[in-house]
């Protein structure tokens, strides 16, 4: 059974930087695509980052494009999300998602705007973007 823990949240001030890791336990995460989602409060939940089981397919969104960074490290089996010039609108509550065999620009695409093939999720770490 797959298990995901987020870390990294925190107060940061507009502008600033801060960089989520996502440790998988329990099974190998090369075996899974991994997709960041957020929720702002009284928002929806937002696919804002997705990357493929073998890292060559990476998805964002166009509201962290340009900004964050997603990369994978399968020998420390973590997925990490380097987020830059963060603003106000960036807060929320972030979430990792597993799903497998997600292979592929399109299907990296879908998992992060259809949540398609995500069969685990972390409890997600707060962010606060506030001066």
């Known amino acids: 059974q797959l298990q995901l823990v987020e870390s990294g949240g925190g107060l940061v001030q507009p502008g600033g930087s801060l960089r989520l890791s996502c440790v998988g336990s329990?099974?190998?995460?090369?075996?899974?695509?991994i997709g960041w989602f957020r929720q702002a409060p009284g928002k929806e939940r937002e696919g804002i980052s997705c990357?493929?089981?073998?890292?060559?397919?990476?998805y964002y969104a166009d509201s962290v494009k340009g900004r964050f960074a997603v990369s994978r490290d399968n020998a420390e089996n973590t997925v990490y999300l380097q987020m830059n010039s963060l603003k106000p609108e960036d807060t929320g509550s972030y979430y990792c998602?597993?799903?497998?065999?997600?292979?592929?620009?399109?299907?990296?695409?879908?998992?992060?705007?259809?949540?398609?093939?995500?069969?685990?999720w972390g409890n997600g770490t707060l962010i606060t973007v506030s001066s």
């Open positions: 990357i493929s089981s073998d890292g060559d397919s990476i």
């Open positions: 329990g099974v190998s995460l090369d075996l899974y695509g």
């Open positions: 998602a597993a799903g497998p065999l997600i292979i592929g620009p399109p299907v990296v695409q879908h998992m992060c705007v259809a949540n398609y093939g995500v069969n685990y």
